[in-house]
Antibody
Framework: QVQLQESGPGLVKPSQTLSLTCTVSDGSISSGTYYWSWIRQPAGKGLEWIGRIFSSGTTNYNPSLKSRVTMSVDTSKNQFSLKLSSVTAADTAVYYC??????????????WGQGTTVIVSS | DIQLTQSPSFLSASVGDRVTITCRASQGISSYLAWYQQKPGKAPKLLIYAASTLQSGVPSRFSGSGSGTEFTLTISSLQPEDFATYYCQQLDTYPPFGPGTKVDIK
């Protein structure tokens, strides 16, 4: 059963870049059957979709975050990553990575990481 | 951009009740909709995809219906483990989530 695990700093200073990695276990990130997403959730609030990346490298980003987001895949490490630049306190949230199946418009995201808390503070 | 609304935002119900949650899209999204359940401190869990297809392993008391702009998630007989927050998500190019519906114990 494939598992996802987020990792990265739990504290980021304002204006810096938030960097998170999601490690995929017991499954190949290179499979064209899946895409890989990031979602976040501020404390006590709803889910916000950040973006997704396909094994081809194609990305789709939330328009409201697009100017600050970069996603990438490292097939050699079976990982995918999120970089969010120029962070502010509003970026404080639990960040989840998740797997979705293709075609993306048909299937939802069926495997999720446990989430990692990122606090933006000086 | 497509916006999703959910109603109600909060629902108080008893074990055994039939519960229906509605998700509306600001424009037609065919059947490109998923439903998730989230419990406190946990990651969301996929319940339904393609508006009405039950994800493997999800109890049959959960069902989804709808297409276009209006969708429903129904729990036929609410169980203690179903008290949670439910989110819809449209699955198109930039897939936002709905604001969520919290189902609480009456």
């Amino acid at each position: 059963q494939v598992q996802l695990q987020e990792s990265g700093p739990g504290l980021v200073k304002p204006s810096q870049t938030l960097s998170l990695t999601c490690t995929v276990s017991d499954g190949s990130i290179s499979s064209g059957t899946y895409y890989w997403s990031w979602i976040r959730q501020p404390a006590g609030k709803g889910l916000e979709w950040i973006g997704r990346i396909f094994s081809s490298g194609t990305t789709n980003y939330n328009p409201s975050l697009k100017s600050r987001v970069t996603m990438s895949v490292d097939t050699s490490k079976n990982q995918f990553s999120l970089k969010l630049s120029s962070v502010t306190a509003a970026d404080t949230a639990v960040y989840y990575c998740a797997r979705g199946s293709t075609p993306y418009y048909y299937y939802g995201m069926d495997v999720w990481g446990q989430g990692t808390t990122v606090i933006v503070s000086s | 951009d497509i916006q999703l609304t959910q109603s109600p935002s909060f629902l108080s119900a008893s074990v055994g009740d039939r519960v229906t949650i509605t998700c509306r899209a600001s424009q037609g999204i065919s059947s490109y909709l998923a439903w998730y359940q989230q419990k406190p401190g946990k990651a969301p869990k996929l319940l339904i995809y393609a508006a009405s297809t039950l994800q493997s392993g999800v109890p049959s008391r959960f069902s989804g219906s709808g297409s276009g702009t209006e969708f429903t998630l129904t729990i036929s007989s609410l169980q203690p483990e179903d008290f949670a927050t439910y989110y819809c998500q449209q699955l198109d190019t930039y897939p936002p989530f709905g604001p969520g519906t919290k189902v609480d114990i009456k």
